[in-house]
């Protein structure tokens, strides 16, 4: 059975810190991974999407994989309490269809 | 553009009740999936439509839970009778990808919260 680890938190960083979030899966195929933001009563919402060994940046988000740890994290920088939310680590291998975490609920605080 | 429409927005019922409810994708989008999200927990594939098939059913509870998408554009979810631990946010989402490789985003719906008691 494909899983999708994340610690549920909350991860509690002050405004302008670096957070970090972070994700392990078990399905060793998995080729595309996303993070979700989900704010609270609201519905997922893309944020990043990766799909190669390395780094991806977009704005104050970088994305990171590692394929052979099976490890894919999330980097906010210069965190704002408008981040604070839930994310959500998803994977995907091939034909199959999207696997979720359970979220890991960041709070940044002014 | 217009998002992915659901309705109703909230439902209250009781156990072994009835409750139906419905998603219209993103227009021209191909793919339509089901999630149902339990409170602290993330969402969980109950069906994917390609189109008006079923590519994947395997985690729907049948024997209660029926959802069907006639015409390969708007969808009904139906769960027949409702138990308590179906309490949660079900939530649709479209994908405009025809091919299951395809890289393009899952759009959510705002979700449907039902409460059964």
């Known amino acids: 059975q494909k899983e999708v680890e994340q610690n549920s938190g909350p991860l509690s960083v002050p405004e302008g810190a670096i957070a970090s979030l972070n994700c392990t899966y078990s399905?060793?195929?998995?080729?595309?991974f996303f993070w979700y933001r989900q704010y609270s009563g609201k519905s997922p919402e893309l944020i990043m999407s990766?799909?190669?060994?390395g780094d991806k940046e977009d704005g104050r988000f970088t994305a990171q994989l590692n394929k052979a740890s099976q490890y894919v994290s999330l980097l906010i920088r210069d965190s704002q309490p408008s981040d604070s939310a839930t994310y959500l680590c998803?994977?995907?291998?091939?034909?199959?269809?999207?696997?979720f975490g359970k979220g890991t609920m960041l709070l940044v605080s002014p | 553009e217009a998002g992915v429409a659901q309705s109703p927005r909230y439902k209250i019922i009781e156990k072994r009740q009835s409750v139906a409810f419905w998603c219209n994708p993103i227009s021209g989008h191909a793919t339509l999936y089901w999630y149902q999200q339990i409170l602290g927990q993330g969402p969980k594939l109950l069906i994917q439509f390609q189109n008006n098939g079923v590519v994947d059913d395997s985690q729907l509870p049948k024997d209660r839970f029926s959802a069907e998408r006639l015409k390969g554009v708007d969808s009904t979810l139906k769960i027949q009778p409702a138990k308590l631990e179906d309490s949660a946010v079900y939530l649709c989402?479209?994908?405009?990808?025809?091919?299951?490789?395809?890289?393009?985003?899952?759009?959510f719906g705002p979700g449907t919260r039902l409460t059964v008691l």
């Open positions: 989402a479209s994908r405009l990808g025809r091919g299951a490789l395809t890289t393009d985003t899952q759009y």
């Open positions: 399905d060793r195929v998995s080729q595309s």
């Open positions: 990766i799909y190669s060994n």
């Open positions: 998803a994977v995907k291998a091939g034909y199959s269809t999207l696997t």
